[in-house]
């Protein structure tokens, strides 16, 4: 019996250590922020992300085309009901300008700050 009980307890520990190491074997997942645009603002769903790869997905709601800019990567011009994502590597503890590049509507509030923590 206490042999059984043994040989359990080995296996049990084997199996334990081979999830472990194929847990850390598997990437993590690159977080999405969701960037509303709407006439003349951008909402953002999170203000900030962990540093690494983050995508960015562009949706257009409001009646002007619209693109976003971040990190040195911007998005193409986007028209209503349209979906753009760009994917950035964003350093830890910097804090990046986001705009939108058509003329006058960064000006007009499409504009803010995101932080990589």
């Known amino acids: 019996m206490k042999r059984i009980l043994s040989v359990l307890v080995v296996a049990a520990v084997a199996a ?6 194929v ?7 690159i977080p999405t922020i969701t960037v509303t645009a709407k006439d003349f ?13 983050v995508t960015f997905k562009l949706v257009n709601k ?3 085309p619209h693109d976003f800019k ?4 911007k ?4 028209k209503k009901g ?16 986001y705009i939108c590049t058509v003329p006058g509507h960064s000006a007009l509030g499409m504009k803010g700050k995101f932080k990589a923590t």
């Open 16 to 21: 334990a250590t081979v999830f472990a190491v």
């Open 23 to 29: 847990a850390e074997a598997r990437p993590a997942a």
């Open 41 to 53: 603002r951008f909402t953002l769903s999170k203000k900030s992300a962990r540093a690494g790869k």
């Open 62 to 64: 409001g009646p002007s």
């Open 70 to 73: 971040i990190a040195g990567k």
């Open 75 to 78: 998005t193409i011009v986007i």
């Open 82 to 97: 349209k979906t753009k994502s760009i994917t950035v590597t964003l350093k830890k503890g910097k804090t990046y300008t």
